[in-house]
C-alpha cells in the first residue's frame, strides 16, 4: 500500500466515528499525477447523490507531460462504494452534524486508486482547545517518565 497523501488536519477539526474505504473513478492524467504524488485532501468533503457518493474539492494537479487531453483539478469524482455502505451513509449524513470527509489517498496492493473515508462531525473551538491541553499534559508526563527511569 501506498500513501499518496493524507489529511492532517481532519484529525484535529473533526471527531472521527467510522472509517470507509473506496475506489475512486479517475481519468489517464488524473492516474499518472496522483501516482507523482500531486493530491491535496484539504478542504475536501463527499456527497451522497442519488444513490451515488461523490468527492469534491480535492485537488489533483494536472500532469505535466500531457497535452489538450488534461483534466479539471478540482472536478467532482465518484466514489466506488456498496450499495448498503451507500444507504448506511446517506442515513448518517442526512442526520445532523455528521459529514464525510478524506482522510488518506492511496493505491492497493493491485495498483487500484483508493480513498479512505470518514464519517465524522465537526468539533468546536474549546474542544480543540481542551485536547490541545490533555496533548501537551500527557507529553509532560512522558518527559517525566523517562527523567523518573535515569
Known amino acids: 500500500m501506498k500513501i499518496v497523501a493524507t489529511n492532517r488536519k481532519a484529525y484535529h477539526d473533526y471527531e472521527i466515528y467510522e472509517t470507509y474505504t473506496a475506489g475512486i473513478e ?17 478542504g ?14 480535492i485537488n489533483i494537479a494536472p500532469y505535466t507531460q500531457a497535452s ?4 479539471d483539478p478540482k472536478r467532482k ?14 442515513g448518517k449524513v442526512r442526520e445532523r452534524g455528521f459529514t464525510l470527509i ?12 483508493k480513498i479512505e473515508l470518514a464519517l465524522a462531525k465537526g468539533k468546536k473551538l474549546i474542544d480543540k482547545r481542551e485536547e490541545l491541553k490533555r496533548r501537551a499534559i500527557q507529553r509532560q508526563e512522558r518527559i517525566e517518565a523517562k527523567r523518573r527511569r535515569f
Open 26 to 42: 479517475l481519468l489517464g492524467t488524473e492516474v499518472k499525477s496522483a501516482r507523482a504524488g500531486h493530491v491535496s485532501l484539504d
Open 44 to 57: 475536501g468533503y463527499a456527497t451522497v447523490d442519488h444513490g451515488e457518493v461523490f468527492l469534491h474539492d
Open 68 to 71: 489538450v487531453f488534461n483534466h
Open 77 to 90: 469524482r465518484k466514489l466506488l462504494l456498496r450499495k448498503q455502505e451507500i444507504k448506511r451513509l446517506y
Open 102 to 113: 478524506p482522510l488518506k489517498f492511496f493505491f492497493s496492493d493491485r495498483g487500484f486508486a
